[in-house]
T-cell receptor
Framework: AQSVTQLGSHVSVSEGALVLLRCNYS??????LFWYVQYPNQGLQLLLK??????LVKGINGFEAEFKKSETSFHLTKPSAHMSDAAEYFC?????????????FGKGTHLIIQP | AAGVIQSPRHLIKEKRETATLKCYPI?????VYWYQQGPGQDPQFLIS???????DKGSIPDRFSAQQFSDYHSELNMSSLELGDSALYFC????????????FGPGTRLTVT
């Protein structure tokens, strides 16, 4: 079964600093990987996805992630943090890699932005 | 742009009662997914439907059932409610199998007392 592990339940950065949220995956098939963001009492919003092709994927709000097969990683980065980035971030993997698969989420990382 | 609609947004039920949650996907989307998110937890996949057929099944309790109708909306039926069923229930939709972009609704907050 596919799974993801997010390193760090809380990450704190200063406004304007680099954001790095870590995600490692385990998958028996080529993984389809996602990052979602969740603001308090709201649904999840897709930031970006990796399915095939280019390993560096760009998403919304200035975020990007790089798929590294050798490291089984899919870390999320943003060059300069903004106060509005404070939220819960979830890494996810498609359960079986096919069809209308559900997603398996990591435990989430709470991003705190210090002024 | 139109988003996923879920109703009701809040629901309070007592133990052993039943509840029905509804999900209206984004127009033209033919695939729906249901997730359960407990307090401070990550979302857990319950079940998905593509073209009104069950497509994938996760950790959905036997007390729960779901279906997708001809207009693609979906309903999650929950019976014999337990305190542990209190959670946020999200519906997501996508266009076709294999697009891998799930768009989430705002959720239904179910409280079981």
């Amino acid at each position: 079964a596919q799974s993801v592990t997010q390193l760090g339940s809380h990450v704190s950065v200063s406004e304007g600093a680099l954001v790095l949220l870590r995600c490692n995956y385990s998958s028996s098939v080529p993984p389809y990987l996602f990052w979602y963001v969740q603001y308090p009492n709201q649904g999840l919003q897709l930031l970006l996805k990796y399915t095939t092709g280019a390993t560096l994927v760009k998403g919304i709000n200035g975020f990007e992630a790089e798929f590294k097969k050798s490291e089984t990683s899919f870390h999320l980065t943003k060059p300069s943090a903004h106060m509005s980035d404070a939220a819960e971030y979830f890494c996810a993997v498609s359960r079986t890699g096919g069809g209308a698969d559900g997603l398996t989420f990591g435990k989430g990382t709470h991003l705190i932005i210090q002024p | 742009a139109a988003g996923v609609i879920q109703s009701p947004r809040h629901l309070i039920k007592e133990k052993r009662e039943t509840a029905t949650l509804k999900c209206y996907p984004i127009p033209r989307h033919d695939t729906v997914y249901w997730y359960q998110q407990g307090p401070g937890q990550d979302p857990q996949f319950l079940i998905s439907f593509y073209e009104k057929m069950q497509s994938d099944k996760g950790s959905i309790p036997d007390r729960f059932s779901a279906q997708q109708f001809s207009d693609y909306h979906s309903e999650l039926n929950m019976s014999s409610l337990e305190l542990g069923d209190s959670a946020l229930y999200f519906c997501a939709s996508s266009l076709g199998e294999g697009t891998y972009e799930q768009y989430f609704g705002p959720g239904t907050r179910l409280t079981v007392t």
